[in-house]
């Protein structure tokens, strides 16, 4: 570790580390953001005997999202906000080997808009890569714990933060950013590993020389995007606060040298303010990861009216579709809809509605012929365009947090099913105009949210999905929404977390419940295994908050506070308290 | 619930539940502070196959010691300052039924000497009886949460505060006050239970009406106190901020009517400040529960140089003593001496040290015919007295921590052996001349602590105590001291948790460990055990902090901060972090 390795192999010990099932060296398990482990000595058959191993509390008390690595026999820990990152001695009872406490100003708290979470660290190239909430992107050493480099990836007094993990891929990290509720534009900065210089930086929106857009190469549905493509759905210099962070998860393909992304909503949240199609809000971003170029786009959401963030989770698998081996790219969208392209060109293959309810769009024109081909048809009832400014458009499903937030799906090629926390809340929204003020608030809309009406009562389920048929396969109603990861493994368990804090293991074909434990606090964390001296291991997060904790978290309770989000999980507190902690499972010996 | 119940309905009530094993209704979990419970279901035999059942986060960051409480479907749990009570339904998962969460004002922190732990709340007459930081008492409707009545016991301003559970006895409720560090004078309240209003209080020092003395009646081994005894041995009006304080355990005979608990340092640290005995600071008192006269006294530590409080429980066995059956008090002081006195008449019968590294004293003298009977002979070397101030006595053993702080001990009558948690740390100690002002440290001395010299390098032992010999039957050594609370059960297995974070249990004969799990974070609170539905659980609060942990509660670092503890337990860091979260544990189903 003494040295950087050289790129090639850094690289290639990255890669052997995410293929060892043992080990869970970045936060999405692969770079396939599949969440699927090859382990299987938990099955379904014994997962009703798993027990409590071991606990480690990180001392921080708002939401935990994202996961511990294991890299050997070393666990990282990360918290929220200050982003405390613990390195635990899986040899010696979890024994902290090294522990690092970024200072950081907290006067990035207010202009987080969503909790002080953290999605986690990174392994690569001996180091930990640390995205501080005040976007200091730190390596660390891994052995040590010192700092090796930091660089500044953003400026917190203009609203730019960070909640991301960061994606190592060959000699780079790819960085996100977050602020769209701040009227920051996003992007997209690959940092060289060794010594944290910039090798490219990619925005959401902007003229071509800012989205790294190529008029005639890049395609949107197989056409030419056309020149500044970033600039051309915006009136004047809106798009200068135009939004499009990329505050989700980020994935991989090797073979195509592919990054994949999803941009945030376009700001502010009153849709009046900012005219167009607002091009690259809401879009999937196909990268080149050497020289950032985007190969190919896809926007979901055009002139977004509901906060509909498109950067869940890139899911890549290679399936056959259509009688083809197909390599796919599914994606749970915050609008409702579970989307399957073909990642290597943005083929639109599937558009289905993943809850029932969604209830703002009739679906996505299928028609390649057609002038709104792969746009989705929206229900006029149900646009706070069309409503207008200062009118409470009621009833809306799903609401902002959508039919799935942050938290990530999890695939297993065992069953070729997804695996996919939801939220089944709707909303009133009522858009008001705003002004922009670097730092403030550019949000522009009030909103509240409640169970889906005419429903189970709850705000969540956990299903399973085809994503070549675009069908639910089952569902399992949850009393809160499902704000954890999943993840695949197998052993035919699928496990995930819930708001109220348990951990749940159902049987990956039927979605029987095998085992439940209610760890301390509300799991928004996503739950991941290793194993260590031939023992196979699960473990989560708990430590309640995220958007839709934000009510706890924050300790708000007027309903409309946390931009709408505190009324609806207002029950929460009769669950469950704040506290992170780390709740490890094994079977007994 | 609805109304308060009669005085002896409401008594009965709560004596039953006390004899219940199933239940724990007040916090030492029987008047006579035994911590011994008749459930055997947790054998000694079984208790290997222990499993965490659920676990809770209090969502509170700081020292948790003290224990949940049980009654009938419910369990009550306290946090440290801003003192949270959760009422938790066992018949739904540990539903939150009722959250009361004071507003207190912060400035209550800096001037709460030990961290800002709280020993934990008592039922009686169908309320919870909160004694927060501030000194607010506030009774509690144990169904619904609501406040019946709330009155203020000091003022913080003046450094009064609180951390001590209160005794619920009778008509009344026993309160206690800390402050020792800010010259507060020490006093013991009865609150009756029905309207909050004072029915007596008895001072620690001060003139006869004030320590509710009669000079002919109230004894000191055997003798008559005299006129005013609790200004008599003070210069001027010294005893005024004389300290004294009442921060600890409360132990009640119901046969004797009469009440027991010990009193803290005189103030200041400072010994060349406060010439004389002191009286009566660092004293066992017996008062009568209904009108608060002491019936009698003894004074451990005449003139503390070394902050050796009294406050330690005092433990109340029926066991043959010399062939005869005698009403016996267990004492394990701050100064490293196990005393065993009958606590019908306050007559000394055994005084001995349960730690054999205590050096600053010989022993006590026992020749009833002697001057100096019942005073322990001070070791010249090691008397900040002698050595004068600004200057440093090293090599002090026990630490101003004492053999054993706060840390309960257990009794098993079945071993007739008491279970003590101990300290195995010395210190050096340099008095300074200090001026008093009200609501300020009035401390004046710099301490550091460290590991006891030329033993097994740790700063802990759990003991077996045979009280009628004065003599240790095993030693477990630990690595940091033992910070929590113990449990005998009729398993004949003993729980104690480690500031690590261990919940240990062992066996009650041998000593031998049969079961250890890493809870969340180190342990300061006490071990209880309840059992619901037929089964026995066992439940314990972790959350480091206290006097021992100050430095990761308070983010202390330099060494002689934390009135010195900082330093010693600095490696406590390499072990765990902060967090308040209960564990339950249970035999598998
Ligand atoms: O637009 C943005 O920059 C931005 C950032 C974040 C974030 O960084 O957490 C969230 C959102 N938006 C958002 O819309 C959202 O629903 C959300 C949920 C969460 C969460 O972690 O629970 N963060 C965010
Ligand atoms: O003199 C006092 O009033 C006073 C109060 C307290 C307290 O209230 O916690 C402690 C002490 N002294 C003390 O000497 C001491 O060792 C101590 C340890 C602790 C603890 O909870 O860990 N509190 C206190």
Not at 32 to 47: G, P, W
Not at 91 to 108: A, H, I, S, T
Not at 539 to 564: C, D, F, K
Not at 578 to 586: H, P, R
Request: glycine share 12%; with cysteine; aromatic share 12%.
């Amino acid at each position: 570790f003494a040295a950087s390795m050289t790129t090639a192999s850094a690289n290639e010990e990255l890669q052997k580390l995410i293929d060892d099932p043992n080990q869970w060296a970045i936060q999405t398990g692969d770079y396939a953001n599949q969440r699927y482990s090859e382990l299987d000595q938990i099955t379904k058959d014994n997962v009703g005997d798993l027990q409590v191993a071991w606990t480690f509390s990180t001392g921080v008390l708002r939401g935990h999202e994202g996961s511990p690595l294991v890299v050997g026999d070393v666990m990282y820990v990360h918290t929220p906000f200050p982003n405390v990152v613990y390195a635990l001695d899986l040899n010696d009872d979890g024994k902290v080997l090294w522990k690092y406490e970024p200072k950081q100003n907290p006067d990035v708290i207010p202009v987080m808009c969503c909790d002080t979470v953290y999605r986690g660290v990174a392994y690569g190239d001996g180091k930990i890569f640390l995205h501080q909430a005040d976007t200091t992107l730190v390596a660390l050493d891994a052995k040590t714990g010192e700092v090796v480099w930091s660089v500044k990836n953003g400026d917190p007094s203009k609203g730019e933060t960070n909640t991301a993990t960061v994606m190592p891929v060959k000699d780079k990290v790819m960085v996100g950013i977050s602020g769209g509720e701040f009227g920051v534009r996003g992007s997209m900065t690959a940092y060289n590993m060794s010594d944290g210089s910039v090798a490219w930086r990619g925005y959401s929106m902007g003229p071509d020389s800012d989205t790294l857009m190529d008029p005639e190469k890049t395609t949107h549905l197989g056409e030419p995007v056309g020149k500044d493509s970033g600039t051309a759905t915006w009136e004047g210099d809106q798009w200068k606060i135009g939004g499009g962070t990329t505050w989700g998860w980020f994935s991989y393909d090797p073979d195509l040298n592919l990054m994949y992304y999803g941009t945030g909503n376009p700001s502010t949240w009153n849709p009046a303010q900012r005219p167009g199609d607002n091009r690259w809000s809401m879009t999937i971003f196909a990268r080149d990861v050497d020289t950032g170029m985007a190969k190919w786009v896809y926007q979901m959401t055009p002139h977004d009216e509901w906060d509909y963030d498109g950067v869940n989770e890139m899911i890549l698998t290679d399936q056959e579709f259509d009688g083809q081996e197909r390599k796919l790219l599914t994606h749970f969208d915050r609008n409702g809809l579970g989307y399957t392209l073909d990642r290597e060109s943005g083929e639109l293959l599937v558009a289905e509605k993943y809850d029932p309810v969604v209830n703002w769009t009739t679906g996505v024109d299928m028609d390649e012929t057609s002038d709104t081909y792969g746009r989705p048809a929206v229900v006029a009832d149900y646009s706070t365009e069309q409503n207008g400014e200062d009118v409470n458009s009621t009833g809306i499903c799903p609401s902002a947090l959508g039919t799935k937030d942050q938290q990530p799906a999890a695939y297993s090629p065992k069953t070729q099913t997804f695996y996919v926390p939801t939220n089944h809340v709707c909303m009133d929204y009522e858009p008001f105009r705003v002004s922009y003020t670097a730092g403030q608030p550019y949000v522009g809309a009030t909103l509240s949210m409640y169970p889906a009406p005419d429903s189970h009562g709850g705000m969540g389920n956990f299903i399973a999905w085809d994503n070549t048929k675009g069908e639910i396969k089952w569902s399992i109603p949850e009393k809160f929404s499902v704000w954890s990861g999943a993840l695949a493994t197998a052993g035919d368990v699928v496990f995930y977390g819930t708001l109220e804090g348990y951990l749940k293991a159902v049987d990956a074909e039927t979605g029987d419940e095998l085992y439940k434990f209610k760890t301390p606090s509300g799991i928004i964390g996503n739950v991941m295994t290793y194993s260590h001296g031939d023992k196979q291991y699960v473990a989560v997060l708990s430590g309640v908050g995220g958007w839709a904790g934000i009510g706890l978290a924050a300790g708000l309770t007027n309903p409309t506070e946390g931009l709408g989000a505190v009324g609806g999980y207002a029950a929460l507190s009769d669950y469950t308290a704040l506290g992170g902690s780390l709740t490890v499972f094994a079977l007994p010996n």
